[in-house]
């Protein structure tokens, strides 16, 4: 059974910081891409940032410069620091794992909140 569990959200003024923490188990972590995705109040669920099992990024837009994902998989973890936070950052964030070869095995946390106000 896989299960990946996030951690690290919450309250946040503008301009702070946040890092988020996707554990991952019962998968073989490298085999995996992951990406971080969030999803705001009435709006669709958006792509953040996503790495590749190779460790090739890639981001959303509006958080490039901002956020970093990072993986490690020694310790079967996928990070996003996210700096200088907007109100607009606000959301529901979950992380994601899709296989490289098997599109079909993808899996979703449950989602952890971050809430950047003052």
């Known amino acids: 059974q896989v299960q990946l569990v996030e951690s690290g959200g919450g309250l946040v003024q503008p301009g702070g910081s946040l890092r988020l923490s996707c554990a991952v188990s019962g998968a073989i972590f490298r085999l995996y891409h992951y990406g971080w995705y969030r999803q705001a109040p009435g709006k669709q669920r958006e792509l953040v940032a996503l790495i590749t099992s190779g460790g090739n990024t890639n981001y959303e837009d509006s958080v490039k410069g901002r956020f970093t994902i990072s993986r490690d998989n020694a310790k079967n973890t996928v990070d996003l620091q996210m700096n200088s936070l907007k109100s607009e950052d606000t959301a529901v964030y979950y992380c994601?794992?899709?296989?490289?070869?098997?599109?079909?095995?993808?899996?979703w946390g449950q989602g952890t909140q971050v809430t950047v106000s003052s």
């Open positions: 994601n794992a899709k296989h490289e070869v098997n599109g079909r095995l993808q899996y």
